[in-house]
Structures are given as structure tokens and as C-alpha cells.
């Protein structure tokens, strides 16, 4: 008990020098990354899926914004136009018909992973997912998407 408690104060102890800012953007509205990414070929919305992870938890930008989407896009090898795109209606329309269609197959959250039309929800399941793997003798990874 005695180890635990020493660990727990020199955590403590070393938070007063850790920099602490304040979280800017948690409630900017996420919909217009997600229809862009929607709209991405799926190397490119991979690549552009870490840029806006990093935009908005490391730097703190705004990911609702066009200006920080086109700087996300930057080098995800996606056309600069998928951006106006990304903000019109038939753009969001096509998000909620692909979260709905999402929806019906069993998946309710991220992140859901498929293999072979079995679903395992959340990261704590990478284990079982694997188990599932390799008593399959299921080799190659595949991307499911709805209508698979």
C-alpha cells in the first residue's frame, strides 16, 4: 500500500509543473468533418480522420470551420472542392442515410469493429476481437461497411 500511496504523490508532485490550457473548441460542431470524410476515398479519409484529431485535441482548432478542414486536407490527397461540398445539404443528407444505415446493422458507437458480420464494440474488445481472429484462421484484415 505504501508504494501505491509513494506513486500517487510523486504523480502529484510532477502535475504542478505540467501545463495546463483550457479546451477551446469541445463543442464545435463535428458535422461538417464527418461529411467531409464522408466524402473521401478511404486512404485519404484515414489521413484526414488523424488531421482533425489533431487539430482539435492537440492544436485546438475549430473543426467546424472550412479554413482548418482545408488545412486538415492538406496532403490527404483529397480535392480542395470536397470541402464546399462537405457543407451542403445533400452532403449531410448522405451522412445521416449512411448513420442510419449504420445503425441498422448493430452498430451504435465508436469504435465498432466487424468480423465476418460479428460485431465488437469499444477498444476493451480488440482482445476478443483477436481471439475471434485467429480461431477463424481469418488471415486478412477487411473493412465491412454496411451492405457488405
Known sequence: MGGCISVALCILGCADSLPFFELLHLSSPSIPALCLAALLE??????FTSAVFDALWQKQRDISDAEVLAKCLTGCDGSPDVIERAFEASA???????????????????????????????????DLLLWTVEKRGTRQARVETPGD
Do not use: H, I, M, S
Open 42 to 47: 478511404e486512404d485519404a479519409r484515414a489521413r
Open 92 to 126: 449531410r443528407a448522405g451522412l445521416a442515410d449512411q448513420t442510419a444505415k449504420t445503425y441498422e446493422c448493430g452498430v451504435f458507437g465508436v469504435p465498432t469493429f466487424a468480423c465476418n458480420g460479428d460485431l465488437f464494440f469499444g477498444n476493451d474488445r480488440l
